[in-house]
């Protein structure tokens, strides 16, 4: 019997070549989104799992009251982690981690100039309990006792390869910071899902005294401080203490309400209101999307399959009609057509596996991540796919095995079925609207979300953002005058002198020193006083020369710029700063000093707003002027048309000017961009997922235009021969979809808006969400069902009535 169910399942699917194929085609589509969908969750939710003291692992993280709310800080006071230590012995290991970006480590070499590479990320002052909290292969030599002294460092396997050309690069001596580290162990290169990708790590002791020479009062977001907490012990109860805490080290004059919390390590990738060493992070709401996202792919495929094999069940009648007259139950029946449906599915998962892994080649560089099908050591990968397998098997094959094997014999093989006797018609007509619904969801999403994304980059951020040069300074500079104690010592600045020599140069039309553009990702905070008012406020700090606001295009509302010194001698503040401190009027507040970083000047200007941050973020208080200590960048106006001529006569002067580091440079709006680089790639994701479940749907629009064409075949011949044009018949037709459409329409809008204003409501500034992009989803869900039944309906319209009248 099951040789004959294959015979027969082998012989439909080759007679109904094209049925088959839709069908296998709508599964493999829908399959290979949700794999891809799965396995990007899986990936992100392994993130430092695979540490066995995960759960007495904590962050201590500090927030307090911002001008816009709550302020969140991963980053903790470099003198935290001892004071720690001393007064919370629940803690069994304490590890402070000060992790650096963008920096270049030098090889020194027995003959020639040292080798020097640029490290974007991966290196990390920390200290050796860092072993005794995370887990880490360690291949050589001894990691724990490699951060004990100074000037040792642990290195990663393929930094020991990259550096000194082997894996053993015990005792093998690398420069970072104008200190020498020698290499005191090798451990396995950190994995991709990991929030602590340290490749380098270098012994904190080193850098200790000067670090922690900054004191209780100041935070940096890459300085933080884990603990790992002694079995049984609470961290609740602990947290409990840490006001305490806070107030002893801080004292009690606490005006923005800042206090120490626990955040657990299993929360870290989670979290966004906090950053991580890997600076990125997902927030579990974007997963459970994710898994919303492949169940509706794997229930519109399902359901395109139900609408295709019941419209080609009338073709089977007379089978079914012949097998229950020759003895056969509806038991056997059921079994036949879902061991059909079981083959088709699994044909469709083996080609889904094998595109999958086509979908990763281009997936895994767009996203920055390490997705693979590993069937050898992850058992999840096997348990994903039989359960796929039998989920799909059973949703796309039980409905149209009942129905089949429940033809009654007598009516099957004098081919009297119809459509309201052979199937659940209301049934199907409810899977296609669900269908619509989730295409439109889809539509409208993504709509909104590229709306979005024209949004941020057709604001106006309150700056010049275009055609702007930035060039790393990679020395800082102190004032002659402040080492001499004299006023008025001359200062040889060699990136003044760098600035001067750019201005000369055709096709650059301006220059500045300072620390960051006015949007940065590298932002400096502190408190400050205004004259006559006791209440500390909170700002951003931007150090710049006298070029600054011309070179960005700042707009000056009241005061004057300030003169190009190496020292600040007046402020210009933001007017959100001057509303901030209760100068409605701007021009009140030009005169007022401000005591900030220990220093009391006037406030000499007023600038109309600009953004400091990506348009996640309210406009902030911000403080602007000049203290060559603090530049890091060197920011040019430049022709395009000129800017590679530009950017190879910087170069050589740049290489010049700093022989011992690596010349780089970037592109103001391209920076700007990366804010927004996680929605982007949403918005593309979301864009091909869309893609796939709008074809999905056209496959099952086609299906129940292959049904009513199969029901209505006497019917169109009839109405022909009556007179009937083509033109009506086709209309006929459309108004079926029509109304289905428009259903599926009122079904997917509320949970579209809803969806949707919570997406938008991440964002400070944002679109509206009216009825256009609702309006827009329904017309183009409209235009594909047209396009999609139209050949069906047309070549039914079209057929010769004589041979539809003989249609059985």
């Known amino acids: 019997m099951l040789r004959n169910y294959l015979t027969t399942a082998l012989r439909n699917l080759l007679r109904d070549r094209t049925s088959a194929i839709i069908n296998i085609a709508g599964l493999t589509l829908g399959i290979t989104g949700s794999l891809v969908l799965f396995l990007t969750i899986l990936y992100y939710s392994s993130f430092d799992t695979f540490h066995t003291k995960r759960d007495r692992i904590y962050r201590v993280v500090n927030h307090s009251d911002g001008d816009d709310g709550k302020d969140y800080q991963p980053g903790v006071p470099a003198v935290l982690p001892d004071a720690f230590r001393l007064d919370f012995p629940e803690a069994e290991a304490v590890v402070f981690a000060s992790y650096r970006s963008g920096s270049l480590v ?30 880490r292969d360690v291949l050589l030599g001894d990691a724990a006792k490699g951060l004990d002294e100074a000037n040792e460092a642990v290195i990663g396997r393929s930094l020991a390869i990259k550096y000194f050309g082997k894996e053993d690069a015990i005792g093998e001596v690398l420069t970072f910071e104008n200190a020498e580290y020698r290499i005191a162990a090798v451990v396995q290169d950190a994995p991709s899902n990991t929030d602590f990708p340290f490749d380098l790590m270098l012994s904190y002791i080193t850098v200790k005294k000067e670090v922690e020479a900054r004191g209780w009062n100041s935070i940096w977001s890459d300085e933080q401080c884990y603990v790992l907490l002694r079995e049984g012990e609470s961290a609740e109860k602990l947290e409990a203490r840490l006001p305490a805490f806070y107030t002893k080290h801080l004292g009690k004059n606490n005006p923005e309400h800042s206090a120490f919390t626990l955040q657990s390590l299993k929360d870290l990738h989670f979290d966004d209101r906090y950053g991580t060493f890997s600076y990125s992070t997902i927030s579990r709401g974007m997963l459970t999307a994710f898994g919303v996202i492949a169940l509706f792919l794997i229930v519109t495929a399902c359901i395109n399959f139900i609408n295709l094999s019941t419209a080609e069940a009338m073709k089977r ?53 390490d997705l693979s099908l590993d069937f050898n050591s992850n058992i999840i990968v096997w348990l994903c796919i039989a359960g796929v397998t039998i989920i799909v098997s059973v949703l796309s094959g039980l409905y149209p095995a009942f129905v089949v094997s429940g033809f009654k014999p007598a009516q099957a093989l004098k081919s009297q079925l119809t459509s309201k006797n052979s199937s659940g018609y209301a049934l199907r007509r409810g899977l296609v609207v669900l269908q619509f619904s989730i295409s439109q969801l889809f539509i409208i999403g993504t709509i909104v979300i590229t709306k979005q994304m024209d949004y941020f980059q057709s604001k106006d951020l309150g700056f010049s953002k275009e055609a702007i040069l930035e060039i790393p300074i990679p020395e800082s500079e102190t004032p002659l005058a402040l080492l001499t104690g004299e006023a008025n010592v ?26 960051a553009a006015p949007s940065s990702g590298h932002v400096s905070s502190t408190d400050f006083r205004v004259e006559g008012d006791e209440k500390a406020y909170g700002t951003q700090v931007k150090q710049a020369d006298g070029n600054y606001i011309d070179l960005f ?6 005061g004057q710029n300030f003169q190009d010194l190496d020292t600040a001698s007046g402020y210009i503040v933001n007017e959100k700063l001057a509303r901030t401190t209760g100068h409605t009027d701007v021009n009140k507040i030009i005169g007022k000093t401000i005591k900030l970083w220990g220093k009391t000047l006037p406030v000499i200007g007023v600038v109309k707003d600009f953004h400091t941050m990506s348009l996640h973020e309210p406009i902030g208080t911000t403080v602007i002027f000049s203290r060559i200590r603090g530049y890091k960048t060197l920011a040019l106006k430049v022709d395009m048309k000129q800017s590679q001529n530009v950017i ?36 593309v994701l979301l864009s091909i997922f869309t ?8 496959l099952g629009l086609f299906g129940l235009a292959t049904f009513i064409a199969n029901q209505k075949t006497k019917e169109i011949g009839v109405r022909k021969v009556l007179g009937a044009s083509v033109e009506s018949i086709v209309l006929m037709f459309s108004k079926e979809y029509a109304r289905l459409i428009l259903v599926g329409f009122v079904v997917a809008t509320p949970f579209a808006w809803f969806i949707l204003n919570q997406f938008l409501s991440e ?46």
């Open 648 to 683: 190879a006569e910087m170069r050589s002067r740049w290489e010049a000017a700093y022989p011992t580091h690596i010349f780089s440079y970037d592109f103001l709006d391209e920076d700007i961009k990366e804010f927004y680089e996680h929605e982007q790639k949403m918005s």
């Open 106 to 135: 030098t090889i020194p070499q027995l003959i020639g100039e040292p080798k020097k590479y640029e490290e974007e990320r991966g290196i990390v002052f920390t200290e050796p309990s860092f072993f005794s909290i995370f887990d």
């Open 317 to 369: 009648s007379k089978e079914v009609g012949v097998r229950k007259s020759l003895g056969s139950s509806r038991g056997q029946l059921i079994t036949q057509f879902l061991g059909e449906t079981t083959m088709v599915t699994l044909l469709a998962v083996v080609l889904s596996v094998a595109l999958v892994q086509v979908v990763f080649l281009f997936l895994n560089p767009f996203l920055k991540i």
């Open 490 to 515: 001359a200062t040889v600045s060699k990136m003044r002198t760098l600035r001067d020599e750019a201005l000369r140069l055709p096709g650059v039309q301006k220059a500045s020193l300072n620390q």
């Open 763 to 808: 964002f400070a500034y944002r679109i509206e969400l009216g009825p256009v992009a609702f309006l827009a989803g329904l017309g183009v869900t409209l235009v594909i069902a047209v396009l999609t039944v139209g050949y069906k309906s047309l070549k039914a319209a079209v057929a010769n009535p004589v041979k539809s009248l003989k249609y059985e």
């Open 691 to 698: 893609s796939i479940a709008i074809f999905i749907g056209c």
């Open 553 to 558: 295009d700042l707009k000056l509302v009241a």
